[in-house]
């Protein structure tokens, strides 16, 4: 599942220029069983099936270095822009990607945080994991350049959105490109951008504004 996300665009320029590395463990290779059963029924009844704790742990535990270890849950803090800069800082860090119903709560004891991307369940961490991964991996140094990132969506000190942006042509089926990014003043585009993301803000995200 991983391979093709890893070998494309941003995450191939920071393995490229050996800026991350990244290692896919197998969880199966854990198991005790011949059947290599990584999960099981949960305790007191209920459909689906539950994420072996010791087999988890013990596939944590193999990893030697002493990684910023986080556990994906649908029931764990939401992760943002400000945790994708704070996992940026980690000279190293290990994602567990729950599956199906979830994993044996038992798990959250060796892990230093549970986190969930959004308000909303996936079959298992793995497209979590992959979004989290890109995320963390754009903000590490050298890879875009720090310009680029400096009035993106959550990353500006007023935490707005981005303002909107346009390219050629300068008018498409009756919609124009606004004239002030066409004059060439650049105090007045920086105001109009400002205003922009505001009202974009307002718009799309208005729980923002009050942050």
């Not at 072996?52 to 994906?72: G, M, N, W």
Request: glycine fraction near 8%; charge should be positive.
């Amino acid at each position: 599942m991983f391979s093709g996300v890893f070998s494309q665009s941003i995450v191939k320029k920071g393995l490229d220029l050996k800026k991350i590395k990244i290692e896919i463990v197998n969880i199966r290779d854990f198991a005790k069983d011949k059947h290599k059963t990584v999960d099981d029924r949960p305790y007191g009844g209920g459909r689906g099936m539950v994420m072996k704790a010791d087999v988890c742990t013990e596939a944590l535990e193999s990893i030697k270095q002493k990684p910023y270890r986080i556990l994906l849950s649908a029931s764990g803090k939401k992760f943002t822009q400000k945790t994708a800069k704070f996992l940026a800082g980690k000279s190293s860090v290990v994602i567990i990607c729950g599956h199906y119903e979830g994993t044996d709560a038992r798990i959250e004891k060796f892990v230093d945080q549970t986190y969930s991307i959004g308000d909303f369940v996936l079959t298992g961490g793995e497209i979590a994991a992959m979004t989290i991964v890109d995320s963390v991996t754009r903000l590490i140094p050298d890879i875009i350049r720090k310009e680029s990132l400096k009035f993106e969506s959550f990353s500006n000190q007023n935490n707005l959105l981005e303002f909107p942006q346009y390219t050629r042509p300068e008018e498409f089926r009756g919609l124009k490109v606004p004239k002030i990014l066409l004059s060439g003043d650049h105090d007045e585009i920086k105001k109009w951008r400002i205003t922009q993301a505001i009202k974009r803000t307002r718009k799309f995200r208005p729980d923002l504004l009050n942050t």
